[in-house]
């Protein structure tokens, strides 16, 4: 399917060392800005207290923060899951307040705002299991939060979260080098593997910016991108090589900038379809999915720009010729091997 056919090839190699430039260049920001200020990790990374709480009514998630800023939580992450009854509340470790308190002293708070009383409640499990929990009452009697669940990550934990998550970094991008080497060429793969790190330090350099909260699900969106930008390079590196059949009498060149400009129509389909889909779960996802959503945004932009400037101009630097991926035919011996 194509929405539009470009019938003069756009001559995007004859720009690709300005781009290359300015590639390298947003790629020293991106590291310098990881090295200075380093990633803003979340509780899953940096150990912290977990809690799950359910309100009556719908839950002020700003009045939540509010408490939680009186305590002494800079920047405590409140987000509603499941229903707007439903609070998700992840505290990071902080000097004036000890891990094995911060729960009790939270929900002291949360409380008090509700201008309620701490009460034991009794429950039974759909197992038919007895659960106290704890609870805050109103004057009436009446429940208005109830705290659900209560989980602690060590520091120790989130140390071995970090590590695992670098060894499936590290794995995605040697299983994707090994796929295009055997795919393609080696030349290909030394390329693609270069675009893919070039997303990844950018999107990891915008969160140290900016301070973004780096999470697990971050995490997933940056291995998204992984998988995400060497589809597009694939893409391309596909129609270079049926090209190079084709277009016997081409330079590399001009048979590079026909590959790109063929497939426009294609890449805006993709991404274009994708990015509408990232983009509402980034305006309607709420707090949970935001950050997620950003990654994929900078990714999907970032990954439609290093197929072609990087990917594509990486391979012709590396001299990627005909030779490389087509086998010259051996002329067949007219005797056929026979000697008399």
Not at 297 to 313: H, K, L, N
Request: proline share 2%; glycine share 8%; with cysteine.
């Amino acid at each position: 399917m194509e929405f539009f056919r470009i019938k003069k090839d756009i001559p995007f190699m004859r720009h690709a060392l300005i781009f290359n430039v300015i590639s390298a260049l947003t790629f020293v920001a991106a590291v310098f800005f990881l090295v200075h200020k380093g990633l803003h990790f979340s509780v899953e990374f940096k150990g912290g207290t977990v809690m799950e709480l359910k309100y009556a009514k719908a839950a002020n998630l700003e009045g939540i923060r509010h408490s939680l800023e009186q305590i002494g939580y800079e920047q405590p992450e409140v987000t509603s899951f499941g229903t707007a009854h439903d609070v998700m509340i992840r505290l990071p470790i902080i000097k004036t307040v000890a891990g094995a308190n911060a729960s009790q002293l939270v929900f002291d708070k949360l409380c008090l705002a509700e201008q309620g009383a701490m009460k034991q409640i009794d429950t039974v499990s759909a197992k038919g299991e007895h659960i106290v929990k704890a609870g805050c009452v109103d004057a009436a009697g009446a429940e208005t939060v109830t705290l659900q669940k209560v989980e602690f990550v060590g520091p120790q934990v989130g140390d071995e979260l970090a590590q695992n998550g670098m060894n499936a970094l590290a794995m995605v991008i040697v299983g994707v080098m090994i796929y295009l080497a055997v795919r393609f060429e080696w030349k290909f793969a030394v390329a693609a593997i270069i675009a893919n790190l070039h997303d990844v330090v950018i999107i990891l350099g915008f969160f140290a910016f900016f301070q973004w909260e780096f999470s697990l699900t971050v995490l997933a969106a940056v291995l998204a991108v992984l998988g995400y930008s060497v589809n597009e390079s694939v893409v391309i590196f596909d129609r270079i090589r049926e090209n190079f059949r084709k277009q016997r009498k081409a330079s590399v060149h001009e048979v590079i900038d026909n590959a790109i400009t063929s497939t426009i129509s294609r890449t805006i389909i993709t991404h274009g379809c994708t990015q509408m889909m990232v983009l509402s779960m980034l305006l309607l996802g709420g707090p949970t999915l935001h950050f997620f959503a950003i990654a994929l945004t900078i990714g999907i932009c970032f990954g439609i720009y290093s197929s072609v400037f990087v990917a594509a101009a990486v391979a012709m630097w590396l001299g990627v010729t005909r030779e490389d991926l087509i086998k010259p035919i051996k002329e067949k011996d007219e005797t056929d091997g026979a000697v008399v």
